[in-house]
């Protein structure tokens, strides 16, 4: 047995020794102030060094600022506390106040010691050791442990040591007005392992990429074949020499050079709405968001390139991600076809089907578009007809086996699901109730057992006026993204049989069955067990608590809806400004502005609110749902700690950083919840206190897009989606929506 301490342990001797077959090896942490030894964890293959967990009588924390317990993933300095501790600094009073201080969460008199240095939680609950507090840097306003990024660095293979540090430029990289990160960038000194060469840059970065923020992968790499040293043998910093000037600077507008960065090129303009992308621009930047990167997949796929939501947000930019996709047809996967048969619900469905078990069938999604003037009503039908036979969600039918909910596919949708309704008789007023009463007599007569659950109705309006389309999909089957999916193919089934030709959708994308199937089976191997820890302790950092003013029971038909509208110009600047200055997303922004919000009317510093995501997480190689139709929602609670710092942007900063900390994005707590055993571990996210607020943002959505093709307008919403008795899970229910270049709350 070796137990190593009182240096850090690096990656090439923790992979030494984690590979040994007749040693075990530890790896000791703690300051003298703790008397030698605070921290342990064995060294074991298919880790990276960390220092561990408390020893016997200690206890570690985590700390911001503030002194408050930071979430897993988010770094924070290390405090410790026990009966190790020693009395303090001889004859060194103020400097023993200002290490030693008082412990919160002890019993009174207790104190910990401030180590200064940089750590995180991991998952599994040991420390990840990232820095000192005084090797922090702040680039475009972010605060970046140095040693974090040269930790990631060691452990690729080809690179034997690495040191990162920020430089000076001579010229502003970005944003000229903000003086605390403009004039700073990261640089990488790299020294190859053996006798071989360091990687090239596009390498390092994809290989930063996998496992940092785009905001911490350096600008600029520079190989040495040694690291300089001093006469005592430590690094001389000085001796680093200066980067290349122009190294890793995009120089403005950079056109596609390969056949897939053209092919990517125009389909990030079409979907964002500008009109030209060059290579090196960053698809967030340009007001990209994680449902239009589903669009970006899905059109990638019709075009023959091969590429995931994954590899969106890893690499961000056109060269990065052509680089790492594969062009030619796509391969299917053999589970899309194996899969058959009832199959068990996913986490949301079963969720819905615990909770609505009254009013289960009258629970829908409905949309209403103008459509052309000259839109043909017998290609329409055949048009649906055959979108119906593509996406088996749409033919889905629910049933209780032994107790439980299963789903199956129909082979065909027998029943009447389309209806032409000729209003062009009737004043504007009579078309309105006859619309209302014809929406709510669809929406009234789905059945989740019998079917159908969805139905169409094609409104004539008569001479002058527009005729529109009204679709009622049980929200079982459809999400947001679903009705992209679901509207896009519609139009091109319809363009496809108006010109005589047969219906060609494309490829299927994984079906929702093989996808439900697979998500139980997932969670059932243990596959998302690492998440738990994160899950069950969040519920304890805030409050689901909000004042209320009214009594009575929660139910829809009590609900009362404001809207409000952003200009667009201050839509603009959300969508593509401030992306750019602090690396965020729109989702961000909002999170924080809910979260001060309500942290400022119920004068806390946390709350507990919860937040809708679109559910298409990659957590699996062989799936791919781009263009699949289903409910995949993922619903989740997040714990905010709002900074008390007025300064807006501590408060984006601070958000930004909680949330990317959410395991797999959110979408393992609904599939713990929801998919686990009974008596499993994690039966204890059952107790968790329902969020009394939740916030869903959908995203960028021009249902005219260009005003030339089958949809020229999104109407406003008839009928009624839910039953009015019907129970509502939230008390404020904040959704958001990107149309016409303005922000709709």
Request: charged share 20%.
């Amino acid at each position: 047995i070796l137990l190593l301490g009182g240096e850090a342990l690096g990656e090439s001797l923790w992979r030494e020794l984690a590979a040994a077959v007749d040693t075990t090896s530890y790896n000791f942490y703690g300051p003298t102030e703790c008397t030698v030894d605070a921290l342990s964890c064995r060294v074991v293959v298919g880790s990276r060094p960390v220092v561990g967990r408390p020893l016997r009588n200690t206890a570690a924390y985590v700390l911001d600022a503030a002194l408050r317990p930071v979430p897993v993933g988010v770094p924070g300095e290390l405090y410790i506390a026990g009966a190790g501790l020693a009395r303090g600094y001889l004859r060194r009073p103020g400097l023993t106040a200002e290490r030693f201080v008082a412990n919160p969460f002890g019993e009174p008199g207790c104190r910990m010691y401030r180590t200064g240095d940089v750590v995180r939680w991991r998952p599994d609950g040991a420390i990840d050791y990232l820095g000192r507090c005084d090797d922090q840097v702040k680039i475009r306003g972010f605060r970046i442990e140095l040693g974090e990024v040269e930790a990631a660095l060691v452990a690729h293979p080809g690179v034997g040591e690495a040191v990162v540090v920020a430089r000076e430029t001579e010229a502003p990289l970005k944003a000229p007005d903000r003086q605390d990160s403009s004039h700073k960038r990261l640089v990488a000194y790299v020294v190859p392992s053996g006798d071989g060469e360091v990687p090239d840059t596009p390498a390092l970065r994809a290989f930063l990429g996998q496992t940092l923020p785009d905001y911490m992968v350096p600008s600029a790499f520079v190989s040495l074949d040694a690291l300089p040293l001093n006469p005592n043998g430590k690094l001389d910093r000085k001796a680093l020499p200066a980067p290349d000037p122009g190294a890793g600077v995009a120089a403005g507008y950079v056109a596609p050079r390969t056949d897939a960065e053209a092919v990517l090129a125009g389909i990030w303009a079409e979907v964002l709405g500008v009109e030209r992308v060059g290579v090196e621009d960053n698809f967030f930047e340009l007001g990209g968001d994680s449902i239009l990167s589903i669009q970006v997949v899905s059109r990638a796929r019709q075009a023959g390139l091969s590429i995931t939501s994954k590899d969106v947000f890893l690499h961000q930019t056109i060269a990065a991600i052509a680089a790492a996709a594969r062009m030619g047809a796509v391969a299917q996967e053999a589970y899309h076809d194996s899969v058959t048969g009832p199959v068990p619900l996913t986490s949301i469905q079963s969720w819905f089907l615990e909770t609505h078990t009254e009013t289960s069938d009258h629970f829908n999604q409905s949309m209403t578009v103008e459509l052309a003037e000259d839109v043909d009503a017998g290609v329409l039908e055949r048009a649906m007809d055959a979108v119906v036979a593509h996406h088996e969600a749409l033919r889905m039918r629910f049933a209780l086996v032994d107790g439980s909910w299963v789903q199956d596919v129909a082979p065909s949708e027998t029943a009447a699901v389309f209806r032409r309704c000729d209003l062009s008789a009737l004043d504007a007023d009579a078309q309105q109730a006859a619309m209302e009463q014809a929406a709510v007599a669809a929406q009234t007569t789905l059945s989740i057992t019998d079917g159908p659950l969805f139905k169409v109705v094609l409104f004539v309006m008569g001479p002058g006026r527009r005729p529109r389309l009204f679709v009622t999909v049980h929200h079982l089957v459809v999400d947001g993204v679903s009705w992209r999916i679901l509207l896009g193919d519609l139009e091109r089934a319809y363009r496809q049989i108006d010109a005589g030709q047969p219906v060609d959708l494309g490829a299927g994308t994984t079906a929702y069955r093989a996808w439900a199937r697979r998500l139980a089976e997932h969670v059932a191997s243990g596959g998302l067990d690492g998440d738990l820890g994160y899950w069950s302790e969040l519920s304890r950092r805030a409050s689901a608590v909000l004042p209320v003013d009214h009594d009575g029971p929660n139910t829809v038909g009590s609900t009362r809806t404001l809207s409000v509208r952003l200009g667009r110009d201050e839509t603009d600047a959300l969508l593509h400004e401030v992306p750019g200055v602090y690396r965020t997303q729109v989702n961000d922004v909002l999170v924080s502005a809910l979260g001060r919000a309500l942290c400022q009317w119920t004068g806390r510093d946390g709350v507990l609110i919860g937040m809708e995501g679109h559910g298409r997480e990659d957590i699996l190689d062989d799936i791919d749902l781009s263009s699949t139709v289903g409910w995949f929602t993922s619903m989740f609670p997040v714990a905010l700690s709002m900074p008390p710092a007025s300064e807006w942007g501590e408060v984006l900063k601070s958000v930004k950083e909680q949330l990317r900390a959410l395991p797999h994005r959110g979408l393992s707590y609904g599939a713990l919840r929801y998919l686990s055993p009974p008596d499993s571990p994690a039966a204890v996210l059952l107790e968790d206190p329902l969020p009394a607020v939740c916030l869903n943002y959908h995203g960028q959505w021009d249902v005219a897009g260009t005003g030339e093709g089958l949809y020229r307008a999104r109407c406003d919403g008839i009928g009624e989606d839910h039953a009015p008795d019907s129970h509502r899970t939230y008390l404020l229910d904040v959704t958001g929506l990107v149309e016409n270049g303005q922000l709709e709350l």
